[in-house]
């Protein structure tokens, strides 16, 4: 099992539409939850984070986490082509040496005009 | 300068020559990163630092050898490599604690 999946798609959404982002994690221990967007040939840049089961919204985003079926999704109101890009899901769990910060494979988003 | 800075940006390199791979962050973070993403493929996680020790490392081949000097700076040697080791080489870092990673802008990679 991937320590972090998400469905490659691409996901189709017309412009204006909600499009919804699903990522599941296999560790429990998993502490903290993040979402990043990169677009093609460049480095990815966070959109938001999450550390706490229930809703972070943040403009036109929104991320939803429940740890109890290990499964985190982003939300993304009205959206425009510019949010056409691969969004990467990223769990972080603090090992006795510090860090583990593991990605999924991303999800590809096209907004249609 | 601000954020996470790599050099160089891209690199060609042969199979038999040396090179370094530079990474700095300004960010007073504690923790580095190198992730390798190959076309089409997903993030690959190859070494963590943490108060600049290793304390990560996914089987990554010897021909990669990274160092950490200070928590300021990453660097990624890079010796004998093979054509399928063309990617983009990404840095980040971020606190030792829950918080998030901040990339670097990438150092594009190819082996002829």
């Known amino acids: 099992q991937k320590e972090v999946e998400q469905n490659s798609g691409p996901l189709s959404v017309p412009e204006g539409a909600i499009a919804s982002l699903n990522c599941t994690y296999s560790?429990?221990?998993?502490?903290?939850f993040f979402w990043y967007r990169q677009y093609s040939g460049k480095s990815p840049e966070l959109i938001m984070f999450?550390?706490?089961?229930g809703d972070k919204e943040d403009g036109r985003f929104t991320a939803q986490l429940n740890k109890a079926s290990q499964y985190v999704s982003l939300l993304i109101r009205d959206s425009q082509p510019s949010d056409s890009a691969t969004y990467l899901c990223?769990?972080?769990?603090?090992?006795?040496?510090?860090?583990?910060?593991?990605f999924g494979t991303g999800t590809q988003l096209k907004v249609e005009l | 300068e601000t954020g996470v800075t790599q050099t160089p940006r891209h690199l060609v390199m042969g199979m038999t020559n040396k090179k370094s791979l530079k990474c700095e962050q300004h960010?007073?973070?504690?923790?580095m990163y190198w992730y390798k993403q190959s076309a089409k493929k997903p993030l690959e996680l190859m070494f963590v630092?943490?108060?600049?020790?290793?304390?990560e490392n996914n089987s990554v081949p010897s021909r990669f050898s990274p160092e950490c000097p200070n928590s300021s700076h990453l660097f990624l040697h890079l010796h004998t490599l093979q054509p399928e080791d063309s990617a983009l080489y990404l840095c980040?870092?971020?606190?030792?604690?829950?918080?998030?990673?901040?990339f670097g802008q990438g150092t594009r990679l190819t082996v002829v």
């Open positions: 980040a870092s971020s606190d030792r604690g829950i918080t998030e990673a901040f």
């Open positions: 560790d429990r221990g998993s502490q903290s």
């Open positions: 999450i550390y706490s089961n």
């Open positions: 990223a769990v972080k769990k603090l090992t006795g040496g510090g860090n583990k910060l593991t």
């Open positions: 960010l007073g973070h504690n923790a």
């Open positions: 630092y943490s108060l600049e020790e290793r304390v």
